[in-house]
């Protein structure tokens, strides 16, 4: 049964930083891409960041780009998301996700953890 479950949420003041994980299980965490992606609330979901397989392609949203840092550990089956100079815009319900077929769309994402909240105030 796979697995994913994020923690490391909380808040944060603006210009703070958090790290989120997501510990995987069930699966052979090395063979698939992972993903972080958010929903404020209100709004549909965002795709914030990908990973291949080793760690050595990463994507990010525009939104994100040079602030967040996705990252994993693949000995510790763990997922990581550095956030950085966090914004209120930032507040949102994060959640990983994997996919079985490699680097594809939200839509096609077949796993999802629960999520963690992140909220960006003063």
């Known amino acids: 049964q796979v697995r994913l479950v994020e923690s490391g949420g909380g808040l944060v003041q603006p210009g703070g930083s958090l790290r989120l994980s997501c510990a995987a299980s069930g699966f052979t965490f090395s063979d698939n891409w992972m993903y972080w992606v958010r929903q404020a609330s209100g709004k549909g979901l965002e795709w914030v960041s990908s990973i291949n397989t080793v760690g050595a392609r990463t994507k990010y949203a525009d939104s994100v780009k040079g602030r967040f840092t996705i990252s994993r550990d693949n000995a510790e089956d763990t997922l990581y998301l550095q956030m950085n100079s966090l914004r209120p815009e930032d507040t949102a319900h994060y959640c990983?996700?994997?996919?079985?077929?490699?680097?594809?769309?939200?839509?096609?994402?077949?796993?999802w953890g629960q999520g963690t909240q992140v909220t960006v105030s003063s």
């Open positions: 990983c996700a994997t996919s079985v077929v490699p680097d594809v769309a939200i839509e096609e994402y077949d796993y």
